[in-house]
């Protein structure tokens, strides 16, 4: 973490950020950040240094940015989801945030507006809202929930309370021609939204120089991930899944700088074999529910029992980059949104009915990255994954690939109950 800061208090104050709490919580982190990324880690690359800032000032420099480019005229859109694209808000002049929650300390604020079996991801999202103590969420224009699950569906219409939300309808069964042409039509609605919002309209120019960013940025996890299949890995999961968070808030073009210069660093370590744990350690695929920050949890417990993570089979993972466009020529708004469509459809998250495609990929992943064992995650009262979970577990073990299932939420205190569980599923492998 970072000393000398600047002083945000003034910024914070005026953004109306409830300070008393807002301490207490930036207080817990660097504790958390330094138990989980500094003791435990020896041969952390340097380009590592820049993600550490940027986490070390979380609610600061990011926010002067955001507010600067904000009084610059450029609109602030909070998602939460992966199927709203990125492309589209930042062809309007906008600048997306990703703002899923992954502690449960905004779960004060939501005392009475949810049910009590709703998954630690929705409620710590509506946590941050309502509990004034989250800088970026203050500084929104607007946000874009969507129609993934159950329990998002029906968060925004209590989020909405608090802030302009639009909805984006995604489709349920992706396999059918009707699924993409609904989700065009939804895309063009939320471009109607935002043009309406941000006094900007969007042309063949700024869509294909946003697809193009976009694409970068990904190419650049993309690098980062491959060289993980190494043996030994020259990243630990927990470094690679904070470089991933961080991706969902930060400026894209200095993220592809960032990424670009650790994959050049981690590639250069491959090439000297310098890894971050003994050459065969226990490889790892983590598959499930997405981990926002700060939730290092399970990879913490994995990383501290002489196993690595090798990937993440997750919206913070590989789901995050692995659909790509085929390409970005086109001779109209219509055309680019056709391969704007076909990326996003071919993420594979649980919401979808059928979603065979998302075990195709896990089996992949398995072989690519030389896994040893699968650790399905799932965040608790996470339907749509609870039952991929059992579903994929089964065959998944009918095929000889070791597998344990594990639901869990925010809190710490199932750490050692899951210690227990990961060490004797490691001694198995
Ligand atoms: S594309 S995984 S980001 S929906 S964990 S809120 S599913 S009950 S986050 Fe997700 Fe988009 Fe899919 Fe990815 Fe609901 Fe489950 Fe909670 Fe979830």
Not at 12 to 41: C, M, N, R, T
Not at 266 to 278: A, D, F, T, W
Not at 369 to 397: H, R, S, W
Request: some cysteine; aromatic content about 8%; charged content about 30%.
């Amino acid at each position: 973490m970072i000393e000398g800061k600047p002083d945000w208090y003034p910024m914070w104050k005026e953004l109306g950020i409830d300070i008393e709490k807002h301490d207490q919580l930036l207080a817990v982190l660097p504790d958390v950040y330094k138990k989980v990324y500094i003791d435990s880690q020896k041969t952390r690359p340097k380009a590592m240094n820049f993600f550490e800032y940027i986490v070390g000032d979380i609610h600061g420099i990011r926010i002067k940015e955001l507010k600067e480019a904000k009084e610059e005229g450029k609109i602030i859109v909070g998602t939460f989801c992966l199927f709203v694209p990125d492309e589209i808000i930042i062809a309007l002049n906008g600048i997306g945030i990703g703002l899923c929650g992954g502690t449960n300390f905004s779960n004060f604020a939501v005392e009475g507006l949810l049910p009590t079996n709703v998954c630690p991801l929705i409620k710590s999202a509506l946590g941050f809202a309502f509990g004034d103590i989250c800088p970026y969420h203050k500084l929104t224009d607007i946000l874009i929930g969507e129609t993934t699950c159950d329990g998002k569906k029906k968060a925004w219409e209590i989020m909405a309370k608090n802030k302009s939300i639009y909805v984006l309808e995604t489709p349920q069964c992706k396999n059918r021609k009707q699924a993409k042409e609904h989700y065009i039509q939804e895309l063009k609605g939320l471009i109607y939204k935002l043009e309406d919002i941000s006094g900007k309209k969007i042309d063949l120019n700024n869509l294909k120089d946003s697809m193009r960013l976009i694409k970068n940025k990904r190419n650049q996890l993309r690098r980062v991930y491959n060289t993980r299949k190494n043996n030994p890995p020259p990243i630990s999961g927990k470094d690679t899944l904070l470089v991933s968070q961080i991706a969902f808030y930060d400026d894209p073009n200095r993220q592809i700088d960032m990424i670009g210069k650790l994959a050049e660093e981690l590639e250069q370590r491959v090439q000297k074999g310098i890894g971050v744990v003994e050459k065969d350690a226990k490889r790892i695929l983590i598959s499930g529910t997405p981990m926002a920050i700060p939730n290092w949890k399970l990879h913490n417990i994995i990383e501290t029992n002489g196993a690595i993570v090798v990937a993440e089979e997750t919206c913070t993972g590989t789901r995050y980059f692995e659909s790509e466009f085929e390409t970005i020529e086109g001779d109209s708004i219509d055309d680019l949104l056709e391969i704007i469509a076909d990326r996003y459809l071919g993420i594979n998250c649980a919401c979808f009915s059928p979603n065979n495609n998302r075990l195709e990929d896990i089996k992949r992943i398995v072989k690519e990255y030389n896994v040893d064992g699968v650790i399905f995650y799932t965040l608790a009262f996470c339907q749509p994954y609870e039952f991929e979970t059992i579903m994929f577990e089964k065959i998944l073990k009918e095929e000889g690939i070791r597998v344990l299932s594990i639901t869990t939420d925010y809190s710490s205190e199932d750490e050692e109950q899951l210690k227990t569980r990961i060490e004797a599923f490691l001694e198995t492998l």
